[in-house]
């Protein structure tokens, strides 16, 4: 298992030197300011509500207290990102030299993770999953390289719908030197899985979330990163000062407050997911319906090209994903609104291939 002192030697060294950019609202902590420091334009002109004229708290301080009630964990451990793709791009960042390092992925899996690395120029090391979408550690420990700094585990894992045990991401942090990110978008469709109760004894876990899944605020583009504060500051050192707008902070802090209405509405998808699961099992073209964890099935029909330019044609879209790994004609298709799924049903009951 490493230490947190090895942990933090797998960051870049000019990383490590870097002295981030400090604005003055960084520095100042109190209230009713006189805010001559960054340049605003000192009148609200756009809403009256919204206080937009003025840059948000860099930190977020706020909303990260907030978080950490709910989630059980300290705001220094917290990261907030325009999204959890800006999590993964500044932990590649930080700790994978281009040209030198590597990241392994988990096939198939979230492609942000390749395109992130391929952005920084890092190379990626791809081990496909096992036949039950369960990751093969013998062949992960045998494939990697001292170059590999960085692990990305999607848990639930997007397309495949199902989550890693505990257990097995556990033997990941123990065994591997480097850095593991668990990411869990989709954690909230299954709570009982998440990693976070190992974050205080691995300092090198980070735990990726968001709001953009359960939360149903994919157009706030707000992730979150939980980590060691030691790495949580390394990622603050990284990102651009204002990265999360005072809308999508307002948006957030509404969202909290209602955070009973979101766990009824999640309850509500996931009966959802199952009555869409046996529904779709009945239908000739479809040959399986994979158990999921998470607000989507994956479905392997007769002929996935096929089904999806039917969907397409009939106004429905969904993820054709027969080209990844283990996929072959394989459909991601995501939980709607129960008037969207008997749509979805009452379309592909009229499928002839």
Same mark, same amino acid.
């Given at each position: ?23 003055a /609202? ?36 706020e ?19 325009n999204?959890?793709? #800006? ?6 960042r ?11 992925i ?9 395109? =992130? ?16 979408? @369960?990751?093969?550690?013998? &062949? ?18 997007? $397309?495949?719908?199902?989550? &890693? $045990? ?5 033997q990941?942090?123990?065994?591997? /030197? ?11 469709? =299954?709570? #009982? ?18 709001? @953009?899944?359960a939360?149903a ?6 992730g ?12 603050n ?39 869409? /699961?046996?529904?779709?099992? &009945? ?35 969904? /993820? ?6 283990? =996929?072959?004609?394989?459909?991601r ?6 008037? #969207? ?11 002839? $291939?």
């Amino acid at each position: 298992m490493m230490t947190l002192s090895e942990t933090l030697e797998l960051v870049r060294p000019n990383i490590m030197r870097l002295k981030p950019y400090s604005s003055a /609202r960084n520095e100042f902590t109190g209230g009713n300011a006189i805010l001559l420091d960054a340049n605003e334009n000192p009148y609200n002109l756009w809403n009256d509500d919204l206080i937009v004229n003025r840059y948000p708290d860099p930190q977020q301080r706020e909303a990260k207290l907030k978080i950490a009630e709910i989630k059980e964990v300290s705001p220094e451990q917290i990261f907030l990102g325009n999204g959890s793709d #800006e999590a993964v791009d500044l932990i590649i960042r930080c700790f994978c030299e281009p040209s030198t390092d590597s990241i392994a992925i988990f096939s198939p899996t979230y492609g942000m993770y390749s395109v =992130c690395a391929e952005v920084n120029n890092v190379q990626v090391k791809e081990f496909i999953l096992n036949n039950d979408f @369960s990751i093969n550690l013998q &062949q992960f420990f045998n494939g990697i390289s001292p170059s590999t700094k960085v692990v990305f585990i999607c848990s639930p894992n997007n $397309p495949t719908g199902n989550a &890693q $045990p505990i257990e097995t991401i556990e033997q990941i942090l123990s065994k591997f /030197r480097g850095i593991v990110v668990v990411d869990e978008a989709y954690i909230d469709f =299954c709570p #009982e899985k998440t990693s976070l109760s190992l974050l205080n004894r691995y300092p090198n876990l980070v735990v990726l979330q968001t709001f @953009s899944k359960a939360w149903a605020m994919a157009g706030a583009r707000i992730g979150i990163a939980f980590a060691n504060p030691k790495i949580i500051a390394t990622l603050n050192k990284v990102k651009f000062p204002y990265n999360i707008g005072v809308p999508s902070l307002s948006v957030l802090s509404r969202a909290i407050e209602q955070y009973s209405n979101t766990k009824s509405l999640i309850s509500q998808i996931v009966s959802e997911r199952e009555l869409l /699961r046996l529904r779709l099992q &009945q239908l000739s073209c479809v040959k399986m319906v994979y158990p999921s964890d998470s607000n989507f099935l994956l479905v392997k029909t007769t002929d996935a090209n096929s089904v999806y330019n039917y969907l397409l044609n009939n106004g429905i879209v969904v /993820r054709n994903r027969t080209h990844e790994p283990l =996929c072959n004609n394989c459909l991601r298709i995501t939980v709607g609104k129960p008037y #969207e799924n008997s749509k979805l049903i009452q379309i592909l009951n009229t499928y002839r $291939p």
